[in-house]
């Protein structure tokens, strides 16, 4: 994995790197990371876990360095002891630092909260076994579920992920699909599997697929089953039932979490058909245990038009009720 830092501007460079890049030689050999800089930009590349380290140990370095014009070898290697040990204490509870940031990157920049919504729903994950989000597209409903996570999983707090998705079409008949069952609910899963390709190479997915650790499943494959040790999620939850949200609820096992994601204003159920996530917003408010989290439009993250075609088609909503 490559990640991409960008230095704090009044940072000097020479102190950071030391005499003939001599930091970065001890960085490496703590870290067991590559590093190279250029253009007030620390280039960081190798495994996952020990890149997020190394992101958690530069931002210590950059921190002190604030405060202070030397940094010799033992304080680096002071930092580094330090930052790890924090890390590892911290192992039990995996989430968000302080500035809502997590320790998986996606595109080479680590995954960080962009609202205050979007915190609380990060939070929320680690303080709750069970969270509901709401919310329109772009508020990163799926992608946040899904980097907590990768997060759990490389810190051996859970054993497995499983994601989920129920196969309701979006108000067009498909029809008849041919191949076998993995080609015919493929299109209904494939949103999950690109939220996981942004935070782990194509190999690594495969490999973790191959050997469960990762499972990618329409809703009607979760029946009768018990889900330990693993963080569960189900992706456009308003296309449930009641009935099919209390089946995938009581799923939940030992030692596991479970993220319910959707958009009640986007539910494509045959008409008169209730959806279970309104239904079990309803029904579960107040138990403990249990979060809801509720994104707007001030949380849209994609393209800013995104947010404006929110916006309007819920004034017309509004304006014909």
Known sequence: MNLNLVIDPHIDPSVLLGHADRNLKVL?????????????????????????????????????????????????????RRT?????????????????????????????????????????IVHNDLVFCEGPA?????????AMAVSLLRRSIIRRIVLVRPAVEAGEKLGFLPGGIEEKVNPYLRPLLDALSDMMTFEQIRRYMANDIIEVAPLAYMRGRTLNEAIVILDEAQNTTPAQMLMFLTRLGERSKMIVTGDPSQVDLERGQES????????????????????????????????????????????TN
């Open 28 to 80: 490496r050999e703590l870290l067991n990371v590559h590093l190279s800089y250029r253009d007030d930009t620390l280039k960081v590349s190798g495994e996952p876990a020990a890149v997020s380290r190394a992101a958690a140990v530069i931002g210590e370095i950059q921190r002190h360095l604030r405060h202070h014009s030397h940094l010799d070898r033992d304080q680096l290697v002071a930092i580094v």
């Open 84 to 124: 790890e040990g924090e890390l590892d204490r911290d192992a039990t509870t995996a989430g968000p630092d302080d500035s809502g940031t997590l320790d998986v990157a996606a595109r080479g920049q680590l995954v960080q909260a962009k609202t205050q919504g979007q915190g609380r729903y990060l939070e929320s």
């Open 138 to 146: 772009g508020t990163g409903k799926t992608f946040l579920a899904v």
């Open 276 to 319: 279970g996530l309104i239904d079990a917003h309803r029904t579960l408010r107040g138990i403990k245990g249990i979060a809801f989290v509720k994104l707007d439009k001030s949380d849209i993250v994609r393209h800013r038009l995104v947010q404006n075609i929110v916006q309007a088609y819920g004034e017309r909503t509004q304006g």
